[in-house]
């Protein structure tokens, strides 16, 4: 039986201030039929520069996790373990989370639920071993605000290996920089004139229905984790203000303003995640056949 701690060890990728990579505690659906404040406001997220580099679902990135799936089932198999992870779902616009970096942005927004459990049965140690390798061999990429640590060697790791030989290290630097830059674009759009004045706007609307606010992330993450918004009075004041102001179709489209500029300032980063990713595709093509 394998220890709880040395799961966890294999298991995790440690994250330093994971708060870094969240604009809100609750993600939002991008389902069709989904009410919103206003029309075309679900597919302004959709449109920021950022969305495609890490939040649209692709066939791309569905192949690579199929890709990296089948081959660590057949190294595990190799070396005698019969590994049977789940199947990696084809993804739909209906069914991919995107962050709420202006808060409620309808009524139905769905909240986070922690996900079930693992059903299948523990693992021996020699079991983990094979699949994440020693827990002490890992490999490590930090950035301005965060850490993140992956497993060095074992079946997962050779998988990775294969799509991306010697690039491993540089594809977390490159993960970690675009991540971050999300969220720098997000500051930077607090000194944005136009913003700012749909922020007081905003805020105005939301004193006059009784609310004292001033940023509507920050109202987000004060209501209890099982709110109903369409019942709150609180979240109907919210989505009133936004449809009212205009709040969402101004935010989004300064916030695109200034993801582009981020990107643009930073062209290698933009440039070597494009370049990973084509590869990891290119391989993952050979594996599936």
């Not at 449109?47 to 990135?61: E, G, I, T, V």
């Not at 094979?130 to 930090?142: E, K």
């Amino acid at each position: 039986m394998v220890t709880r701690k040395f799961a966890a060890l294999a298991t995790a990728v440690v994250v330093v201030a994971c708060a870094a990579w969240v604009y809100a505690g609750r993600s939002g659906p991008s389902a069709t039929g989904t009410p919103q404040p206003g029309p075309d406001i679900g597919r302004l997220s959709a449109r920021l520069p950022f969305y495609p580099l890490r939040h649209a679902p692709s066939d791309r990135r569905w192949r690579i996790d199929q890709a990296v799936r089948r081959l660590t089932i057949t190294c595990m198999a190799a070396r005698g373990y019969r590994y049977t992870p789940a199947a990696v779902p084809r993804p739909t616009a209906a069914t991919v989370d995107h962050p709420l970096p202006f808060g409620l942005e309808s009524l139905a927004t769905a909240t986070a639920a922690p996900e079930p459990g693992a059903s299948e049965q523990p693992k021996s140690k020699a079991f983990l071993v094979a699949l994440y390798g020693p827990a002490d061999r890992r490999i490590s990429a930090r950035g301005k605000l965060i850490k993140v640590s992956v497993p060095a060697t074992g079946c997962q790791a050779e998988a990775k290996k294969r799509l991306l030989g010697s690039q491993r290290l540089r594809w977390l630097q490159v993960t970690i920089q675009l991540g971050e830059g999300e969220q720098q674009a997000r500051k930077n759009l607090d000194k944005d004139p136009a913003f700012r004045a749909a922020d007081a706007r905003w805020a105005r609307c939301m004193l006059a229905a009784g609310v004292e606010t001033d940023d509507p992330v920050r109202l987000l993450n004060s209501l209890p984790r099982d709110t109903d918004f369409a019942t709150s009075p609180v979240a109907k004041a919210d989505i009133r203000c936004k449809s009212d102001t205009d709040y969402l179709r101004t935010a989004y489209t300064r916030l695109a303003v200034v993801q582009r500029a981020w990107l643009d300032a930073h062209p290698a980063v933009l440039a070597t995640w494009r370049s990973l990713m084509q590869r990891q595709d290119r391989v993952a093509r050979e594996v599936l056949g």
